[in-house]
């Protein structure tokens, strides 16, 4: 089983609500996102670069299977699970910070204080927590916590604590244009294998040759 | 003791004592008191333990110049080499400290190494210098731990013939580490396919060329100020001193080597580095570049080895232009977003994915494309007080042991 992800960007209309349900779900501080969706080419979302082009590219954890984050971390905090997925121990980590620095794709986030000061700092209602409640652990190891401990490093799991119960990711539940598809890439007849044959799938920044388990489906040219 | 002694000793110890309270506080807030964020995960920090790595390379100079190219005349400087180096090897650990998030957790390095990281490599050289270093000195001084001091030293029958036999065998071990220190530092760095400006074979030959220019530097100013300028150690000095030039210019053509290359092929991510390296840190970068030169230059002059005053200003303008060189690491890998595509169906655009910065940062968006850092003063304060603790290394050890000679040669 190696898992894996295929977006449709021809699918994808820029809601952002995979990038809320990320927030949400993982319970993350402020001014941390996992998730993010943006307009290629634009400083601006939602606004075309060039009459005529515009499509939207959602960026979070690749889950590489060659993961320069996992080959830096000096304590082996960064793990790879058995179906290739990329987790950090919350209980391990150093906060070192050279997985942010290796990672190409600048998915890594920081918690530069305590969530909670966090939280007064950027002006949230009193004892407001949003997020799934419970610490997750998966093979024993601490790769979920709604209230995150000081100093460390966090990234998309792809929901670890979902799918360890069989349930799907909270972005690929949240597209409201079921864009996302996640299954076996081990598997040639899964959905996720023949979409990415069918649909010439491409990676992002193979040059780095991280060998991303998450792939794209191209837009077609939008309509004037 | 002399009072420019006594000052110094005290003025060193405030400083390292400021900085220990720095970090403390910034233990119980966080890193929020520095001005990194997500997209600029290190900073002055990072830095400084390639500086401090660079410092430590004095000992290296001297044990293989003595030892394997036998300059003799530099052997009255062995063991300022070897404490210098131990001083700076210590403190570029010490300094690694701060930038942790959770130090407490450091035992991990212990429990579950994982020896892909280079960074678990630099921890073991530079730990194995450290212990070489101490034991290095401690050899070279055994045949004057006498009086007061005879309780700190081994029993052998003939202290003098010992300490030669074994700084010669130890030399060698020590040298491989000395260069190992620099060597798995540089590769932190280069070995980060993410970040084109640092991932290049050229960096590892770079740091150790560096190293040599500045930890001799070092060197020269802790003799300078022990011995004085006087003609016998002018030929000593003068050794020193083209050392010095000869491995600057070498550092100075490896750097430009790999820019001109990247330059001239001219691609967008090597645009974009350059407009940050020569661009906006234009004036840092001349300064990285003329001050060592001219310093090394300085630092070959007759007039400038014969006067103290002369000689620590040209010291100090080539340590100030390689300190500034280590604080250019950061900008040119972070100031941009590594991740940079040419979105379909605009192949002139070339374009950053937005990071999320992780910290309230007031007047600026969450999502970073560009961060331009400048470091924040609890970080200012923390390397200060680790330069302060290694200076106060260096005169602790002047003091209480016997390092010097006591008769000039």
């Known amino acids: 089983m190696k898992m894996g992800m295929v977006i449709d960007l021809e699918k994808c209309i820029g809601c952002r609500s995979c990038m809320v349900a990320c927030k949400q779900h993982n319970s993350q501080p402020p001014e941390t996102w996992w998730n993010r969706v943006f307009t290629p080419g634009s400083h601006r979302h939602l606004t075309p670069p060039a009459k005529g082009v515009e499509f939207f590219l959602p960026v979070h954890c690749q889950h590489c299977e060659n993961a320069p984050c996992e080959k830096v971390c000096p304590v082996g905090a960064t793990f790879k699970a058995a179906d290739g997925a990329v987790l950090i121990d919350y209980e391990r980590c150093i906060g070192c910070r050279y997985c942010m620095s290796a990672c190409p794709y600048g998915v890594r986030q920081f918690n530069w204080e305590d969530p909670a000061t966090a939280h007064l700092r950027s002006e949230y209602q009193d004892h407001y927590r949003y997020g799934y409640p419970e610490e997750h652990r998966h093979d024993g190891r601490l790769v979920y916590a709604p209230q995150r401990p000081k100093g460390i490093v966090e990234k998309c799991t792809f929901c670890a604590q979902y799918r360890d119960k069989g349930e799907l990711p909270a972005c690929v539940r949240a597209c409201p244009g079921k864009a996302r598809t996640v299954g076996d890439l081990d598997d040639p007849a899964s959905e996720v294998s023949r979409m990415i044959v069918a649909g010439n799938a491409f990676t992002l920044l193979p040059e780095k040759g991280t060998k991303p388990t998450v792939f794209y489906l191209p837009p077609k040219a939008k309509e004037v | ?409």
Do not use: C
């Open chain 2, 1 to 409: 003791m002399s009072t420019t002694m006594k000052t110094s000793l005290g003025l060193s110890g405030v400083m390292f004592l400021i900085a220990v309270a720095a970090w403390i506080y910034q233990l119980k807030e966080g890193l929020i008191l520095t001005n990194m964020q997500n997209s600029y995960s290190w900073g002055l920090y990072i830095s400084g333990l390639a500086f401090f790595v660079g410092n430590a390379a004095g000992g290296l100079v001297l044990t293989s110049s003595i030892y394997l190219f036998g300059v003799k005349k530099l052997k009255p400087l062995a063991k300022i080499g070897a404490l210098t180096a131990f001083a700076n090897v210590t403190a570029a650990m010490l300094i690694v400290l701060p930038d942790i998030g959770r130090p407490l957790r450091l035992y991990n390095l212990l429990l579950h190494p994982n020896f892909m990281s280079p960074l678990v490599w630099d921890v073991i050289v530079l730990n194995l210098y450290a212990v070489a270093s101490a034991v290095y000195l401690y050899i070279l001084m055994l045949p004057e731990l006498t009086g007061r001091l005879d309780w700190l030293a081994i029993k052998v029958d003939d202290p003098r013939a010992f300490s030669d036999r074994w700084a010669r065998r130890i030399a060698p071990v020590a040298l491989l580490f000395a260069i190992g220190i620099h060597v798995v530092t540089a590769w932190i760095f280069s070995t980060q396919g993410a970040r084109d400006w640092w991932f290049s074979p050229v960096m590892a030959p770079d740091f150790v060329a560096v190293a040599i220019a500045v930890g001799t530097t070092v060197v020269l100013v802790a003799a300078a100020l022990a011995y004085g300028t006087g003609e016998a150690y002018q030929e000593a000095y003068r050794t020193l001193g083209l050392i010095i030039f000869i491995a600057t210019g070498i550092h100075l053509f490896l750097m430009a080597n790999d820019l001109a290359i990247h330059a001239w092929y001219g691609n967008a991510e090597t645009q974009r580095i350059l407009a940050i390296a020569w661009g906006r840190y234009g004036l840092a970068h001349a300064f990285e570049v003329a001050a060592p030169l001219f310093g090394a230059w300085l630092l070959m002059r007759p007039q400038v080895l014969g006067s103290l005053p002369r000689l620590l200003l040209s010291a100090g303008l080539l340590v100030a232009g390689v300190f500034v060189h280590r604080f250019l690491i950061m900008p040119a890998a972070y100031t941009n977003i590594p991740m940079t595509l040419t979105p379909l169906g605009l192949p002139d655009s070339h374009w950053s994915l937005p990071i999320a910065s992780g910290r309230l940062l007031p007047g600026m968006s969450t999502f970073i494309d560009q961060y331009a850092y400048f470091p924040s003063l609890v970080e200012m304060v923390i390397l200060l007080g680790i330069m302060a603790y290694m200076v106060l290394v260096v005169l602790l050890a002047v003091i209480k042991l016997p390092i010097l000679h006591k008769e000039r040669i």
